[in-house]
């Protein structure tokens, strides 16, 4: 009970004394100071994987299989393409195991698959660029280098052309650059022809963008009726078509050509 006074007594004699002190002065305040805060950018040398041409996003890459063996990964490219600006990723093309015909005919290119379960996308080019320079320009341009030949040998396959169509530029949602210009959206392939695709300048472009050709909304169901693809390809996009003439001679071969596509930093 002693215990329980003093403590009481305390806390009394504190309220008592409490009453009898004057007011602090606040005078001079409220006062305000300032700080600095910074960050720094330089450019990034790091490769960077494909994204989702649709919903593109470099935190969720996906990995493009081959259309012709659909979960089958693409080679590796002995050297690949390092930043601060490169070129990613394109689209290989496959159209299908076709019945020889002497009529003039359109084949359509298999959609792109990815991932485990084989999901399909529309085919596309990838590009990024993380230079930093709000002054830099970029060019994609593509050349087809031969034409389309049996493998290993000189069996070629005459007049034949590719066509693109609705080429369109993505970027993830978030990205505030603005987008660089596509010079063709349509235009077509023949041996050695080169064509200028897309032109970013005065920085635009920045960032990571892909060339699709349509959208997942404008692929094709495949019908069967467009010719052999694997059981996986059920979407077909006709935005690109390889056109074949009925004259051409035609092996119960693979034909094959490559399409050089070529980034470079000139306008």
């Given amino acids: 009970m ?32 300032s700080s600095e ?13 494909p994204v989702d041409p649709n919903k593109p996003d470099p935190e969720k890459p996906i990995n493009p299989t ?19 600006i490169s070129l990613d990723f394109a689209s290989k093309l496959y159209f299908g195991l076709q019945k020889i015909s002497t009529s003039n005919q359109t084949y359509y290119a298999a959609a792109q698959p990815y991932g485990p379960d084989n999901e399909l996308t529309t085919n596309y080019v990838q590009v990024t660029d ?54 063709n959206e349509s235009f077509t392939l023949e041996t050695g022809t080169q064509v200028d695709v897309v032109q970013a300048s005065d920085g635009k472009g920045m960032g ?30 006709k935005e690109i078509s390889l056109e074949v003439p009925g004259a051409s001679t035609k092996l119960a071969e693979k034909y094959t050509t490559d399409l050089l596509w070529t980034l470079s930093d000139t306008p």
């Avoid at 910074?38 to 490769?47: A, K, Q």
């Avoid at 230079?131 to 034409?147: E, F, I, N, P, Y």
Wanted: net charge negative; glycine share 8%; aromatic share 4%.
């Fill in 130 to 183: 993380v230079r930093g320079d709000d002054q830099a320009t970029w060019k994609l341009s593509v050349k087809q280098l031969k034409d389309f030949t049996v493998p290993e040998t000189t069996k070629t396959l005459a007049n034949t052309k590719i066509h693109f169509t609705d080429g369109n530029m993505n970027t993830q949602a978030e990205n505030s650059s603005a987008a660089p210009s596509v010079l």
């Fill in 208 to 237: 990571t963008w892909v060339l699709r050709f349509g959208t997942n909304d404008s692929l094709a169901t495949n019908t069967g009726d467009e010719g052999t693809y694997p059981e996986a390809i059920t979407k077909l996009n």
């Fill in 2 to 33: 002693k215990k329980t006074t003093i403590i009481s007594t305390i806390i009394m004699n504190t309220l008592l004394l409490g009453g009898l002190m004057p007011a602090v002065s606040a005078e001079g305040l409220p006062q305000e100071a």
């Fill in 66 to 84: 081959d259309p012709e063996n659909p979960g089958t990964d693409l080679p590796d490219p002995e050297t690949p393409n390092a930043g601060p």
């Fill in 37 to 49: 805060a910074g960050v720094g950018f330089e450019p990034n040398n790091e490769v960077v994987d």
